[in-house]
């Protein structure tokens, strides 16, 4: 799908292949692990029999998808442990654990809920974690994800983002929908809709604002919307096409391509579209610009040199360096959280693939095998790239790891998505 730069005509074709039912909840298909998954139980909490929807079969749910963690059968244990001091840690290192997860849920007067929950390590036989939420039984699901980032913080050392959210487009008949669901891709809610194309969902750092592109007005126009009020704000309408917006790390600015000038160039604005102002002179298309984590530099693709390459440009001092060269054409640079590196898409013999390169060593990891993979977008702890691809001649949204050996997809039946956006960590 990626056959040029990412321009207007580029875009307006990735939206002409059919689309149908929206809203349908995307489910995550393990297609690939770790090599060394982790064996561990999550027991089923003590008194969620009680309740439509309990917490560890969530839990559970999220360790499995996220291809660290093998599940080992935890229903045939009695008594089932419902607290740390209660498991017997050669019982589960006989049916090869080494954790168990332990809990239980017990209702409160005033209707809310007492979840608490345990995380044994039974090969050091010591626990781990051991924490308590009052919650109402509306938020079952986003607890089940708080204990499931513990968990899998405790156990790897990098931090979960089983809490965060992702956006993306799809597309029925003439409408189009912008779209907010959990990472694991459940409980979708609509943010946008239209009868023209929408695309480019791109989060603000806080989680709180997603600015996108809507050819509602007959031309491309970036609009930033507001979660909480449903409010928006159309921040560049210039003449020609406004498109490719992207957040500063603090989320004061957005990095706009803007054809009024003349061609495809790169604008800094304000985030309420004051302020606009071109970062650089060029006579080529640059394009897909994005921060830097440190706010310092944009990455952003160019044909300057021929061919689309990735480019980047000292905000400060306006030197330009360029940082590919493998191959005639990458392009969709996403920078890592740890500012080591960067995510892209590279070509190679006509199947388009997800990449990684490091900035010191400029050596490139291809992660995807293609043909048609585009749109990566990086979650917040940088080991999943959620990016998307087509299967079938419709196109789904897939995640690899960023060592390239965990692989997901999110499929809905009969539905047709594009554009994904991982959000951010949600703030305290």
């Given at each position: 799908m990626h056959r040029s730069l990412r321009l207007l005509a580029v875009l307006v074709a990735l939206f002409a292949l059919p689309f149908s039912a929206?809203?349908?909840?995307?489910?995550?298909?393990i297609v690939g692990g770790a090599g060394t998954a982790i064996p561990i139980a999550v027991v089923p909490f003590g008194g969620e029999s009680a309740f439509p929807l309990g917490v560890s079969g969530i839990v559970g749910a999220d360790l499995q998808r996220s291809g660290m963690f093998k599940l080992v059968a935890a229903d045939a244990v009695v008594p089932r442990p419902t607290r740390a001091e209660d498991v017997q840690v050669d019982v589960w290192r006989g049916r090869g654990?080494?954790?168990?997860?332990?809990?239980?849920?017990q209702p409160l007067p005033d209707g809310r809920v007492d979840v608490r929950f345990?995380?044994?390590?039974?090969?050091?036989?010591?626990?781990?974690?051991?924490?308590?939420?009052?919650v109402a039984p509306a938020q079952f699901r986003a607890t089940a994800h708080k204990i499931a980032d513990v968990i899998y913080e405790k156990l790897t050392g990098d931090r979960g983002v089983f809490s965060t959210?992702?956006?993306?487009?799809?597309?029925?008949?003439?409408?189009?929908?912008?779209?907010?669901?959990?990472?694991?891709?459940?409980?979708?809610?609509t943010i946008v809709t239209s009868n023209e194309p929408l695309?480019?969902?791109?989060?603000?750092?806080?989680?709180?604002?997603?600015?996108?592109?809507?050819?509602?007005?007959?031309?491309?126009?970036?609009?930033?919307?507001n979660l909480a009020t449903g409010g928006r704000q159309a921040v560049a309408n210039?003449?020609?096409?406004?498109?490719?917006?992207?957040?500063?790390?603090?989320?004061?600015?957005?990095?706009?391509?803007?054809?009024?000038?003349?061609?495809?160039?790169?604008?800094?604005?304000?985030?309420?579209g004051s302020g606009v102002r071109r970062v650089m002179s060029s006579n080529a298309i640059d394009t897909e610009a994005h921060f830097t984590p440190d706010g310092g530099s944009l990455l952003y693709t160019s044909d300057r040199g021929g061919s689309p390459q990735i480019y980047r440009l000292n905000l400060g001092s306006g030197a330009v360096e360029r940082l590919t060269f493998d191959g005639s054409y990458n392009v969709s640079a996403r920078p890592l959280p740890d500012g080591k590196g960067f995510v892209f898409v590279?070509?190679?013999?006509?199947?388009?693939q997800i990449a990684t390169q490091d900035y010191a060593t400029r050596q490139v990891q291809v992660l995807t095998a293609g043909p048609g993979d585009e749109s990566p977008s990086i979650a917040p702890n940088g080991r999943l790239i959620l990016y998307a691809n087509e299967v079938g001649g419709r196109g789904i949204l897939a995640a690899v790891s960023s060592d390239g050996r965990i692989k997901q997809r999110l499929v809905a039946p009969a539905t047709d998505v594009r554009e994904p956006a991982w959000g951010p960590y949600a703030r305290p």
């Amino acid at each position: 799908m990626h056959r040029s730069l990412r321009l207007l005509a580029v875009l307006v074709a990735l939206f002409a292949l059919p689309f149908s039912a929206v809203r349908a909840q995307l489910t995550i298909e393990i297609v690939g692990g770790a090599g060394t998954a982790i064996p561990i139980a999550v027991v089923p909490f003590g008194g969620e029999s009680a309740f439509p929807l309990g917490v560890s079969g969530i839990v559970g749910a999220d360790l499995q998808r996220s291809g660290m963690f093998k599940l080992v059968a935890a229903d045939a244990v009695v008594p089932r442990p419902t607290r740390a001091e209660d498991v017997q840690v050669d019982v589960w290192r006989g049916r090869g654990a080494d954790a168990v997860v332990v809990g239980s849920m017990q209702p409160l007067p005033d209707g809310r809920v007492d979840v608490r929950f345990a995380l044994v390590d039974a090969v050091k036989q010591s626990t781990l974690a051991a924490m308590s939420y009052t919650v109402a039984p509306a938020q079952f699901r986003a607890t089940a994800h708080k204990i499931a980032d513990v968990i899998y913080e405790k156990l790897t050392g990098d931090r979960g983002v089983f809490s965060t959210k992702i956006a993306y487009i799809t597309k029925a008949g003439a409408r189009y929908q912008l779209l907010v669901a959990d990472a694991d891709g459940a409980d979708p809610q609509t943010i946008v809709t239209s009868n023209e194309p929408l695309l480019s969902p791109r989060w603000s750092p806080d989680g709180t604002r997603i600015a996108y592109v809507s050819f509602e007005a007959k031309k491309p126009v970036v609009y930033v919307q507001n979660l909480a009020t449903g409010g928006r704000q159309a921040v560049a309408n210039f003449r020609g096409s406004n498109s490719s917006p992207a957040w500063s790390p603090d989320g004061r600015q957005l990095a706009v391509t803007l054809t009024k000038d003349g061609g495809s160039q790169l604008f800094v604005m304000a985030a309420d579209g004051s302020g606009v102002r071109r970062v650089m002179s060029s006579n080529a298309i640059d394009t897909e610009a994005h921060f830097t984590p440190d706010g310092g530099s944009l990455l952003y693709t160019s044909d300057r040199g021929g061919s689309p390459q990735i480019y980047r440009l000292n905000l400060g001092s306006g030197a330009v360096e360029r940082l590919t060269f493998d191959g005639s054409y990458n392009v969709s640079a996403r920078p890592l959280p740890d500012g080591k590196g960067f995510v892209f898409v590279r070509r190679d013999g006509g199947r388009f693939q997800i990449a990684t390169q490091d900035y010191a060593t400029r050596q490139v990891q291809v992660l995807t095998a293609g043909p048609g993979d585009e749109s990566p977008s990086i979650a917040p702890n940088g080991r999943l790239i959620l990016y998307a691809n087509e299967v079938g001649g419709r196109g789904i949204l897939a995640a690899v790891s960023s060592d390239g050996r965990i692989k997901q997809r999110l499929v809905a039946p009969a539905t047709d998505v594009r554009e994904p956006a991982w959000g951010p960590y949600a703030r305290p």
